[in-house]
């Protein structure tokens, strides 16, 4: 029976175009696209059907308790539908309790969002175990799903193709290119007040919504309560702060999938597949350091048609501290080859005996010899999460050193701006905005229309140079007017300044003028309208 009305124009079912078919015990199935590309359609439609036909199950694995209420809402779980929905915590609580899950009554194993076994890896210590057991069911299909799983599936290539082989059995690859068509604009953002600022001025329709997703509960929190009479916080019901969470709000929305308020502040609780169907959801705010959290946390929306639009705006990441997070990484990733290639005695040798520092990657496994002696072994789903973000942070930081090259030969400053540029490459963006430039350029020109046809004399200046904040490498201020008006020109902000010589006698009153001599600055606005900064 078919559910869902709507499949999107690139959509995965046409991808496959009927292979399910020839997909055979055993055979790993890897589905690489974009939200709103119609994975869950084909499960819920095309697949459903096909089991229906053969008289099999599908077990559909998700990994947020939101995006579990939604697929039960749109599935059911009554004793006529194919397909069964779990949570993959649910299988690890199983596993870890010595039970183990039983898989034998499913023919298919659909894992929704799989890269949940690599980018919840950081903080969830079970997810190798539920990988393995899935990756373990070589008389099942198994079938794994993603907008941004490439790790995983990286790792199920080169790990298991040799070995389905032997058996006859294959790897199936589909893969659909990302839209970010409907993205109207990208800016990004270093402190919270320019964006609250922006939304004062230019989303300030009280029909416009907005969604933030915060890596830090606290910081929602704060902001729903700044809001709250127009706003709608979410976060994961173990959090300690749930206690906050209006849940009959929550479960309208699960139902309706809109929102009835202008903000919605949550965590990464809504980041997975949850879908939010809205025209009025206009910005969607992400302060997420992990680039894949990010891309899942702005699929959020589904859009309608293509002129619905969503404005991005992102927490800006510097070079020096992209560095540092990298060295740290690094770091983790060297004493984890240390154990592998030497076990413990290796390990101990490059920490020493008593170190104090943690490294989640190598984990700590109860041993039943004793209660104080345990068995330490690598996570490979974390090995690979942090191999991968080592590598993304030395691709952005290279890329960015090899521009600033270029930047410095055309007579350029260099920018610390690997991640921003990072971000727009992989968005397909040619324009991004800094929300503080951007802010500062209009406060400057409200600021300089103020001053036009004004002679400017020197005891006067400092405030025009503090105004622009013009600095040199060593955080010195530029004082040359021909700075200035470089800095005018390069953003194309519709005014110049220069310099004239003072040589009235008398002034307009008929006294004598006491800056006869003088050298004073002049601000002119063009006449040909130059836009200030959109």
């Known amino acids: 029976m078919r559910i869902d009305n709507y499949k999107p124009q690139q ?11 020839e997909w055979k015990n055993g055979d790993i199935v890897l589905i690489s696209s974009g939200t709103a590309s119609g994975k869950s ?15 099999t199950y599908i077990l559909l694995l998700v990994n947020r308790s939101k995006l579990f209420k939604q697929n039960m809402e749109l599935i059911g779980q009554s ?14 609580r199983e596993i870890n309790s010595g039970k183990g899950y039983d898989f034998s009554r499913y023919k298919y194993i659909v894992c929704d969002e799989s890269h949940y076994f690599t980018t919840d890896s950081g903080f969830n210590d079970s997810s190798d175990e539920s990988l393995n057991a899935i990756l373990s069911l070589h008389s099942h299909i198994r079938i794994f799903m993603s907008a941004t799983g490439s790790i995983l599936f990286s790792h199920i290539k080169e790990k298991h193709r040799r070995l389905l082989k032997k058996t006859d059995n294959k790897i199936w690859n589909y893969s659909i290119p990302r839209d970010f068509s409907n993205i109207a604009s990208l800016s990004f953002y270093s402190d919270f007040s320019s964006i609250e600022r922006l939304i004062k001025k230019k989303l300030n329709n009280e029909n416009d919504k907005i969604i933030h997703f915060s890596k830090s509960v606290e910081r929602a929190y704060e902001l729903h309560k700044k809001y709250h009479d127009n706003s709608m916080f979410v ?12 849940y009959n709000k929550v479960e309208s929305m699960v139902r309706s999938n809109q929102f ?3 903000y919605l502040f949550t965590t990464t609780v809504l980041d997975n597949g949850f879908d939010l169907k809205d025209e009025n959801i206009k910005l969607i705010i992400c302060d997420m350091s992990d680039i894949d959290s990010m891309l899942q946390c702005i699929g959020r929306k589904r859009f309608k048609n293509n002129k619905d639009k969503v404005h991005i705006i992102l927490f800006n990441h510097t070079n020096r501290n992209l560095y540092n997070y990298k060295l740290s990484v690094e770091k983790k990733v060297k004493e984890a080859d240390a154990f592998i290639d030497g076990g413990v005695k290796e ?8 170190s104090k520092g943690s490294n989640h990657i190598i984990k700590d496994n109860v041993s039943s010899e004793g209660k104080y002696k345990s068995n330490k072994t690598v996570s490979i789903t974390k090995y690979l999460q942090s191999v991968a973000t080592s590598n993304r942070i030395s691709e952005m930081l290279d890329n960015n050193r090899e521009t600033n090259k270029y930047r410095e030969v055309d007579g350029h400053k260099k920018e610390s701006d690997a991640y921003m540029m990072y971000i727009a490459d992989l968005l397909k963006k040619n324009k ?5 430039k951007e802010q500062k350029q209009e406060d400057l020109c409200v600021y300089l229309d103020r001053m036009v046809g004004k002679r400017i004399y020197k005891d006067e200046q400092l405030d025009v140079l503090e105004r622009f904040n013009l600095r040199d490498y060593d955080n010195r201020l530029q004082k040359e007017i021909n700075q200035l008006q470089a800095y005018l020109m390069a953003n194309k902000i519709m005014y110049s300044i220069a310099s004239f010589k003072d040589n009235r006698k ?3 009153d008929a006294s004598k003028n006491s800056n006869r001599g003088k050298y004073y600055w002049s601000i002119s606005k063009h006449e040909e309208k130059i836009v200030c900064h959109k």
Request: with cysteine.
């Open 506 to 508: 008398l002034l307009d």
């Open 260 to 262: 009835d308020c202008k």
């Open 79 to 92: 004793f006529l539908s194919r397909i069964k929905v779990e949570l993959y915590q649910n299988i690890e």
């Open 235 to 246: 976060c994961s019901n173990s959090n300690k702060y749930s206690k906050y969470i209006d």
């Open 41 to 55: 359609y084909f499960i819920r439609n095309e697949l459903e059907e096909l089991a229906e036909s053969e008289g």
């Open 432 to 436: 991004i905005t800094i929300l503080e």
């Open 11 to 21: 959509n995965v079912t046409d991808k496959i175009n009927g292979q399910q078919t």
């Open 347 to 354: 390990y101990i040798k490059l920490v020493g005996k008593f």
